[in-house]
């Protein structure tokens, strides 16, 4: 089998591709067959590499929630990028197709569809984004993290596999808490917060935390990812600190293989809604504060209304943030019945076996099941 994938732009959705690629892998798959499609400048451009894929890249841009005229220009880059892609279609020639979203993924898939190979969605969050939606109808079958897409999905196309974790995120799920916490030189006996505003960052979420840090500090330890966008404002602030406050608080920009011991450490994550949410805070029994980002995509509001309607997480906004995140905060960690209660919750939508689900989708569609 030929593997060709279009992932991009978020850890929400390379991560899940990349590791339903390394269970094919596993399965007999070789390195070789593998080409991965993405936007030069992107987070794809690391991480694909570091896996030992080969990663080729076109021109693309977002057309939803930009000015009219970066939204004209970007169009036009993808209009031309079918080009390159039906070009790459030739050359590779994949069995299958899988992709998570990005708007460079479209021209790929108009390609792929002209070309009669079989095109597997996976979509990570609970209502797709606009590049998902305009290839929904090219797709043979679209794998999807949770049942309640299927509002949004045609359900003869549907399987319902949960969110695939990574390897190092599985790993970290059989790590103690104590072991979890020491490699972030924390201590066992106190109640911590992970911070994370997604791999590109949050202001909103940076600048609220660190007005509120000497305030939580005082019965807390915080591990802050800020993400590399935001980082400078962050490191700055770090100075302006006592050194008992620091004694207790962690940053980092961004953070690769400890992420899973970050999320082991933790008793309460505040993050945006993003697709990782999705799967990271079952998979580690979570209870989450989650400030969707909503004014270019309504999906993560969509999938804080999930977790919130499921009992697994509580929301706020940019605008309420600054005045309720010490107070929420700090009434969770210390109500036991209520985090007892969301982590029960939480727990409930974990999907253990997503990623052998989905390679497993892949896997079939590429042998010709379903096609028409």
Known sequence: MRLLVCAGGTGGGIYPALTAVTELLHRGLRKEDVLWVGTAGEMEETLVPRAGLTLT????????????????????????????????????????????????????????????????????DVEPG??????????????????????????????????PLRHELQQALHMSRVAALAQFDLQPGRPTLLVFGGSRGSQAINRALMAALPQLLTTMQIIH???????????????????????????YPYLHEEMGAALRAADLMVTRSGASVMGEAPAFGLPAILVPLTWAWRYQKVNADFLTKQGAAVQLTDETLAAKLATTVQELLHDEVKMVAMKTAVQALHTPEATAKLAEVITTTGQGAGLS
């Open 57 to 124: 890249t076109i021109r693309g841009g977002a057309i939803a929630g930009v000015p009219l005229h970066v939204k004209v220009l970007n169009a036009a880059k993808l209009a031309w990028s079918l080009i390159p892609s039906w070009r790459i279609l030739r050359q590779f020639r994949p069995n299958v197709m899988l992709m998570t979203g990005g708007y460079m993924s479209v021209p790929v898939a108009l390609a792929a569809r002209l070309r009669r190979v079989p095109i597997v969605i996976f979509l990570p």
């Open 130 to 163: 606009a590049a998902i939606k305009a290839v929904m109808p090219l797709a043979t079958k679209i794998a999807c993290t949770s049942p309640d897409s299927s509002q949004y999905v045609p359900v003869a196309k549907m399987a319902v596999t949960g969110y």
């Open 225 to 251: 990812i800020s993400g590399t966008f935001t980082w400078p404002e962050v490191e700055a602030n770090l100075a302006t600190l006592s050194a008992e406050q620091r004694a207790f608080y962690r940053a």
